[in-house]
């Protein structure tokens, strides 16, 4: 089931009667749950029912969910004529005519160009008998959703595991350097320490340990033992089933931090190169990441 993409779409569709609730619901990647909702303006007092369904299936990502209405609903505004209402006005517009001697007849158009004779009635939905329908369509559309965003899921899986194997056979190259590194940098340091106390007694002993203290400074063991374990870490996660992309965003950072100290620590050439690696495979891996719920 995990790790599960941020991307993905569905479509639902249900018809009962002539009415036909299409649903469709698109997701893409976002660093918090952000829903959209589009719907007839008639049922909006169910939006809150659509957005807690939504936060129940994601974690996080832009959720866009659209739902129309189609075919003959029956629930569009109804012209109303009130009888009643006319036969006053007639009967006023005729006692009228009389008192003041008018000729002309009173037509209907005198009528109808009055206030409320015809009006516009709302007509109101059964909402729960609606919901049910809505909620059938959400359900396939998010279910479609969701399969595509498993799909992609794991395709995101492979390729995190391809890049961190690539990720730890680097560290492997720079692990295998260090010990003819360690020695480099103890000779260069010992001849520089004595190039400074030329001329100047020292002990060889405490010359010797001097050298070694200096040399201590620039060992990185620490630093690729966590890197290893942030391996295992990572490689954890993406097992569990429960969104995981946060966790991993995190320790991606802590991946840089350990790889920019063993680069302030070692000045070599070649390590200079495989540091240059290891920095672009997290950046392709963090952009990975980003997609990951």
């Known amino acids: 089931m995990r790790p599960r993409s941020m991307t993905g779409f569905g479509r639902g569709e249900v018809t009962v009667g002539d009415r036909v609730w299409v649903a469709e619901v698109r997701t893409v ?20 029912r659509v957005r807690k369904i939504i936060a129940s299936n ?6 866009d969910v659209v739902l129309q209405l189609q075919g003959e609903s029956g629930f569009g505004p109804r012209l109303s ?3 009643d209402l006319a036969r006053q006005y007639h009967f006023c517009l005729q006692r009228l005519r009389a008192e003041l001697n008018i000729t002309s007849q009173v037509e209907l158009s005198d009528i109808l160009s009055l206030k409320e ?3 516009q009635v ?3 939905p059964d909402f729960d008998r609606e919901w049910k329908v809505i909620c059938g369509a959400l359900d396939i559309a998010i279910n479609e959703c969701c399969l595509m965003r498993e799909q992609e899921g794991w395709a995101l899986k492979e390729e995190l595991l391809d890049r961190m194997e690539h990720f730890s056979s680097c560290l492997d190259s720079l692990q295998d350097r260090l010990p003819e590194l360690a020695e480099e940098r103890h000779r260069e340091l010992k001849d520089r320490i004595a190039r400074l106390l030329e001329g100047v007694g020292m002990d060889p002993v405490r010359l010797a340990q001097e050298t070694a203290v200096l040399a ?21 996660f993406l097992d569990l089933k429960e969104p995981v992309g946060r966790r991993l965003d995190f320790l991606l950072q802590e991946f840089l931090r350990e790889v920019n100290t063993i680069a302030s620590k070692i000045a070599n050439a070649e390590i200079a190169y495989l540091i240059v690696e290891l920095k672009n495979e997290i950046e392709k891996l963090r952009e990975q990441v980003q997609n990951i719920e």
Request: charged share 30%; no cysteine.
């Open 58 to 63: 994601h974690d996080r990502g832009r959720v």
């Open 122 to 124: 709302e007509q109101n």
């Open 216 to 236: 201590d400074k620039s060992d990185v063991t620490e630093e690729l033992v966590r890197l290893r374990s942030h391996i295992a870490q990572f490689i954890g």
């Open 29 to 48: 990647n976002h660093r918090y749950l952000d829903q959209r909702i589009v719907m007839p303006r008639i049922f909006s007092g169910l939006e809150d």
């Open 81 to 83: 004529v009130n009888t």
């Open 117 to 119: 004779i015809i009006s």
